[in-house]
């Protein structure tokens, strides 16, 4: 097997630069232009119509529709599976080297189709210019790296030899996975699951978001013209309600790979551990499930610096990343210059459509969100005191302004509870045992940050703040495909760490072999 080059991260487009800018406005008229279009369900290949449709919406204009889908029935989920069963042997056999070569492809794919990706996550998604160009670099990063995290697998693993045998352990695919990913980062999470799933031998049924389905058909050309086989993998949009559960509960359904809430990934988890009838394993799931992230602001930090890193980890993306800071917890030394300066800054932020450039904010996903998060938002202003924001933004999507609200106690709802959306509680601790203590009173785990220039405080942290990815003088969103492995503890889930040299080991069931000699 050839080996690759050095893994190295994908690097941003550049905005600011005419041509790159022309480039992405060119490709948001061209996506525009194929706005409405209808995408049939493909299982095989066989191409099927159904009569109940599903129509992704703009939410940055919710008269807008994106993409039309057809929806699956629990007959055809079931037919899906079957036949990923049934070409699994044969995918299962493909050499390693070959399925390494597709993903390789498939990233040059997506590097080729950039600008386009950053349109369909703009439109669909309501992702900014830059958050857009994250996502799809992240999508790319994920193919390039478990390309050569797989060449590393499928060579022979060191394993102590015996007098007088021959010792070796090989690593051989699970079987149908069936991957459920997230609408808010609807290609980079949706492509890592699925193509960690595909090169370690398994076959697929992706049951994309519903809602940013379209994103997941794009992705389905990229992964047929990278060579793919068509039985590989299924894209089955539906109703989680109506073939979810079918999925997951069917007897041939080997593994479940899972981003999303924290009360579906248990039932997932609850589902998948009832054997059925005919079923010869135990189901494995992966689960990366919520968050109520933390930042921590020190007595002796850098305000500026903590003030920037709140203000990206909160409102990128209006707040809709499992890593987005929701509770900022400050030194009473420094509590009231803290709010001051961050109050400012939050004020200051532009909300808008997210295809113009001219906006930090975008909108949230959907009107059912807006609604939740505007609910939580009143519950605020009853638990805290109003800093900034407060309510929706006027337009024809579903704008909500960034809003913080100050001296939230632990016992709040606004504390504890996931809110996913651009909502931050601010929090007074006495001191830094004291700070340590509120971030870690949450049933989650998956991210937090700590703003200190004092080392005694953040080897405390180190050893004490329990989350799986853990950030000090930075942001807590932004993890790094290779540098920053992925995932969180308790109820934040199965500390999976995607992007991490651990993480293709959930595909695969290791086989160890002894041979007699002499």
Same mark, same amino acid.
């Given at each position: 097997?050839?080996?690759?080059?050095?893994?190295?991260?994908?690097?941003?487009?550049?905005?600011?630069?005419?041509? !790159?800018?022309?480039?992405?406005?060119?490709?948001?008229?061209?996506?525009?232009?194929?706005?409405?279009?209808?995408?049939?369900? +493909?299982?095989?290949?066989?191409?099927?119509?159904?009569?109940?449709?599903?129509?992704?919406?703009?939410?940055?204009?919710?008269?807008?529709?994106?993409?039309? !889908?057809?929806?699956?029935?629990?007959?055809?989920?079931?037919?899906?599976?079957?036949?990923?069963?049934?070409?699994?042997?044969?995918?299962?056999?493909?050499?390693?080297?070959?399925?390494?070569?597709?993903?390789?492809?498939?990233? +040059?794919?997506?590097?080729?189709?950039?600008?386009?990706?950053?349109?369909?996550?703009?439109?669909?998604?309501?992702?900014?210019?830059?958050?857009?160009?994250?996502?799809?670099?992240?999508?790319?990063?994920?193919?390039?790296?478990?390309?050569?995290?797989?060449?590393?697998?499928?060579?022979?693993?060191?394993?102590?030899?015996?007098?007088?045998?021959?010792?070796?352990?090989?690593?051989?695919?699970?079987?149908?996975?069936?991957?459920?990913?997230?609408?808010?980062?609807?290609?980079?999470?949706?492509?890592?699951?699925?193509?960690?799933?595909?090169?370690?031998?398994?076959?697929?049924?992706?049951?994309?978001?519903?809602?940013?389905?379209?994103?997941?058909?794009?992705?389905?050309?990229?992964?047929?013209?990278?060579?793919?086989?068509?039985?590989?993998?299924?894209?089955?949009?539906?109703?989680?309600?109506?073939?979810?559960?079918?999925?997951?509960? !069917?007897?041939?359904?080997?593994?479940?790979?899972?981003?999303?809430?924290?009360?579906?990934?248990?039932?997932?988890?609850?589902?998948a551990a009832k054997p059925q009838k005919g079923q010869v394993w135990i189901k494995r799931v992966i689960a990366e499930m919520g968050g109520k992230d933390a930042i921590i602001v020190d007595g002796d930090s850098d305000l500026d610096r903590a003030v920037d890193g709140v203000?990206?980890?909160?409102?990128?993306?209006?707040?809709?990343?499992?890593?987005?800071?929701?509770?900022?917890?400050?030194d009473a030394k420094v509590y009231e210059p803290f709010l001051e300066k961050l109050a400012g800054k939050v004020k200051a932020i532009s909300v808008g459509p997210s295809d113009d450039p001219r906006h930090y904010m975008g909108p949230v996903i959907s009107e059912s969100a807006?609604?939740?998060?505007?609910?939580?938002?009143?519950?605020?202003? +009853?638990?805290g005191r109003l800093v900034a924001g407060g309510g929706p933004v006027p337009g024809d999507g579903y704008f909500i302004a960034p809003t913080v609200i100050a001296d939230v106690e632990p016992t709040a709802r606004i504390f504890q509870e996931e809110i996913f959306g651009p909502?931050?509680?601010?929090?007074?601790?006495?001191?830094?045992? !004291?700070?340590?203590?509120?971030?870690?009173?949450?049933?989650?785990?998956?991210?937090?940050?700590?703003?200190?220039?004092?080392?005694?405080?953040?080897?405390?942290?180190?050893?004490?703040?329990?989350?799986?990815?853990?950030?000090?003088?930075?942001?807590?969103?932004?993890?790094?495909?290779?540098?920053?492995?992925?995932? #969180?503890?308790?109820?934040?889930?199965?500390?999976?760490?995607? #992007? #991490?040299?651990?993480?293709?080991?959930?595909?695969?069931?290791?086989?160890?072999?002894?041979?007699?000699?002499?």
């Open positions: 097997m050839e080996n690759l080059p050095e893994f190295r991260n994908e690097g941003y487009t550049d905005f600011s630069q005419p041509a !790159h800018r022309q480039a992405m406005e060119e490709a948001l008229d061209a996506v525009r232009a194929r706005f409405g279009r209808e995408y049939r369900l +493909r299982i095989g290949s066989e191409w099927i119509s159904t009569d109940d449709k599903l129509e992704s919406l703009n939410p940055s204009n919710a008269k807008e529709i994106v993409g039309i !889908h057809h929806k699956a029935t629990p007959e055809l989920a079931r037919r899906a599976v079957e036949c990923a069963s049934a070409f699994f042997p044969q995918w299962s056999r493909t050499p390693a080297a070959e399925r390494v070569r597709m993903l390789i492809d498939a990233a +040059r794919i997506l590097r080729r189709r950039k600008m386009e990706f950053d349109a369909w996550l703009a439109y669909e998604a309501g992702k900014t210019w830059p958050e857009a160009e994250a996502d799809v670099s992240e999508a790319i990063d994920f193919c390039e790296y478990y390309a050569r995290e797989m060449q590393r697998l499928a060579c022979p693993q060191k394993v102590h030899q015996l007098a007088g045998e021959q010792d070796e352990m090989v690593y051989l695919p699970l079987g149908v996975g069936i991957v459920i990913p997230p609408w808010n980062f609807p290609l980079a999470i949706l492509v890592g699951m699925t193509v960690a799933s595909l090169v370690t031998g398994n076959t697929v049924i992706l049951k994309p978001s519903s809602e940013t389905p379209t994103i997941a058909a794009q992705f389905a050309e990229v992964l047929l013209e990278a060579g793919f086989p068509e039985r590989s993998f299924t894209i089955l949009t539906g109703s989680g309600s109506v073939v979810g559960d079918v999925l997951v509960e !069917h007897p041939k359904t080997r593994f479940v790979s899972f981003t999303g809430s924290r009360d579906v990934g248990l039932r997932i988890n609850e589902l203000v990206a980890s909160a409102f990128g993306y209006q707040g809709q990343k499992c890593s987005a800071c929701s509770r900022a917890i400050v807006r609604k939740s998060i505007l609910q939580y938002i009143e519950t605020g202003k +009853r638990e909502v931050l509680a601010v929090s007074k601790a006495r001191d830094f045992d !004291h700070a340590l203590q509120l971030a870690n009173d949450s049933e989650y785990g998956l991210t937090g940050a700590v703003f200190s220039l004092d080392d005694e405080h953040l080897g405390r942290a180190k050893e004490q703040f329990h989350v799986g990815n853990l950030y000090f003088n930075r942001k807590c969103t932004g993890a790094m495909v290779g540098a920053h492995p992925f995932g #969180g503890f308790n109820m934040s889930g199965t500390d999976s760490k995607a #992007g #991490g040299p651990d993480y293709l080991l959930l595909f695969l069931q290791a086989k160890s072999i002894a041979r007699k000699v002499g």
